[in-house]
């Protein structure tokens, strides 16, 4: 419950929590301190202010857009004119919406972001807008350091994942005339605060990442915000560094359409580029290790994959729940849920002459959403028009394609792993010993692994 607190004749509800609210007075004390010009009195503080207390924890386009909502916020029986300082009764119901506020409180202070005019903005600003947003969530991780081991922007401009990511969030807007993000007349379009109001409710992504940027660029203490829970940790085992195929964008779309237990540590189980091109080092290192995202990326750049709920085995039935889906990263970010038509959500097969060899997802046998064939290097995606599981198109650049780079990643906490034991001389070394002082080859020794979370650091 919030504190109810004067406002200079009106009556706000703070949602803050006594500590939270102390800190956010103390923030506001801290910018009105140094308003850095004449324009803003000891009660208020300046654009420059703001600038001077975050630094280049964010985008200079986000800090005046930050600003802008705080200045244009409205007070309940005040009126204001325009202004070139935030007030601390502003400043506190903006940072209340903004961070403990409904969609329809958020989205008051979004649309004060885009603008100052009343009415509908133009769905090409709420674009800007979102794209922005992305890119200052990147950046504030990347300036905190706490990309967690992921790999950010690598050159200036912003990269096509994060373009990707702003434009899967972009189309669950619901516009009044009922077009759809990239039609060509979408840019024009209105969008008014139902629509904005309507959006944020349902992609809760929108406010995390206001939230992340507002906790983050302020460094604020009394966080609820649990970054474990937005942008897992990064393993790949010790000496075993590797460019992957995921960076930070990519990360953030796929741990948000996983289950909370799901988004705190993703651990490397397969690369291509570590592993080699084998399909036997597929098999033996993804299976009974727990849900994990396989991807791809073609030749022609396309990059996809699917999450598999259930640990992977090798055997010649469908395996697998309603909790997997097929997703793609390149050209667009999008996911495919279970239809109900079938239930052929995962297939792993080796060394079978009357079944078909190879990793697939959704669809039939030879008429998959997503395979991976046991002459590794080779797959197919097929979808006409859509994948009978997941109701997915065509993935790939081409049906049958060609790829060089495939990972599978682990999802769950190794904590809450089991190690699957593959030899009863596993749980009783000193059998083994015995067994090797008696002069007998284990011809099985190197062929097998140890599971990788056993030296995985932290572990």
Known sequence: MGNNKSLSGSTFCSQFLPEEQAEVDRLFGALSSGTGGAEASSRSFSLQALKSHIGEALPPEMVGRLFDGMRRVGLTGKVRGPSESVSQEQFTVAMSHLLKGSSEEKSLVILKMITAAEGPVRAAEVQEFTEDLVGAVEHVLAHRQELRGWAGRKAEGPPASAQGLAAHLLSEIKLQGGQKFLEPQWPDSDCDRAAIEEWVFRVPLVGTFLSMVVHRG?????????????????????????ESILDV???????????REQRHRWRLLFSSQLHGQSF?????????????????????????????????????????????????????????????????FMYLNHGQQTMPNGLGMGGQHGYFGLWVDADFGKGHSKAKPTCTTYSSPQLSAKEDFRFETMEVWVVEDPAELQPVKKSVLDADPEDRALLEASGWTRHSEGLREVPDYADAPGN
Not at 249 to 259: D, H, T
Not at 296 to 325: I, M, R, T, Y
Request: charged fraction near 15%.
């Open 280 to 344: 036997s080092q597929l098999c033996g290192r993804i299976t009974h290790q727990g849900p994990s995202l396989a991807l791809l990326q073609d030749c022609e750049g396309h990059v996809f994959g699917g999450f598999a709920s259930c640990s992977w085995e090798v055997k010649p039935q469908f395996q697998g729940d309603n909790k997997c889906f097929l997703f793609s990263i390149t050209p667009r970010m999008a996911v495919y849920t279970h239809t109900g038509y079938n239930d052929h």
């Open 218 to 242: 302020f460094l604020l203490r009394s966080s609820s915000l649990e970054l474990a829970t937005l942008l897992p940790e990064r393993h790949v085992g010790p000496g075993r560094e590797v």
């Open 249 to 259: 964008f990519s990360v953030l779309f796929l741990s948000a359409q996983l289950r």
